[in-house]
């Protein structure tokens, strides 16, 4: 079951936000419904009435609805489709606890499980028709004025750079507001180097620093990336295939981790890889001219996030720009303020 969802990276139309699925993402998803999927909702269902949740509901509830509402709301948001669930007993993708590689060969389970999708495309959209009615009733109508501003313009502090795995989405971890992140998802949360040619993430990095101005570029990898086991599997980039030529911008990575890492399992290499990862991304940003400048003035600043989903933990850290400076040319970057949640 795959299905890809492209909208608009403008921080005040993330799908998450307008149909409550925590399935969606901001530019591409590829949605994979597994048992995965059904665990973390559980999870987040279990800690809907918990102060810790990691929806951050009190945040949400203060902002935009009231307490009786949120409860109502987190029933619509959280229930799981029929039709989700059909799949993900079809599917059986966590039955080895790996994430299906992208690369992974069409076999007769998936062209049963697209067949199955396709004879259920009602029952997929009648629901997700009805969490847009939720959140039109419970946020949008609730919040006028607010949504109101937000038509006029967007005046986003963060730009966010995730991965288009369709559990990693940072509207729905980090709980973003319509309105509070520009973001863009690619597979592997890759930033490109300044100099090679135009991509979508290039543009969006130019309009959201120099249009939107910005004030934190937020670099989120996760656990159990298929982009970054794409990467670490390949022998060599085949030149038809769209996945290697993009994953291909983390090779550095990929270097230092089998410089460091090579004896170890392939997937903790691969867990090592999606950290190094985002410490390259992180490095190319200040690569580009104009945020370099920026970072240095002190109107920017970059960090990353390393989400593991397994254990559901989040961790964050900042670039640090006058200790990068003092590093060799090729030493990577400086960091500060680790913070692990
Ligand atoms: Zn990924």
Redesign the pocket.
Known sequence: FLRLCWSNAASTSTPSSLSQNECSSDALSLVVPDSNYLMASSIFHDLSSSSTSLLNLQTRQSIFVSKDKVKDFEKTQLRIPVSFRKKAVNLQMMASGKTPGLTQEANDRTYEATTDNFNNNTDVFDDIKQRFLAFKKLKYMDNLEHYKKLADAQAPKFLVIA???SR?CPSAVLGFQPGEAFTVRN???LVPPYESGPTETKAALQFSVNALEVENILVI??SR????QALMGMEEVDSRSFIHNWVIVGKKAKESTKAVASNLHFDHQCQHCEKTSINHSLERLLGYPWIEEKVRKGSLSLHGGYYDFVNCTFEKWTVDYEGSRCKKEGSGIAVKNLSVW
């Open positions: 991965c288009a795995d990693v597979i592997a949360n990898g996760h990336c298929g982009g970054i």
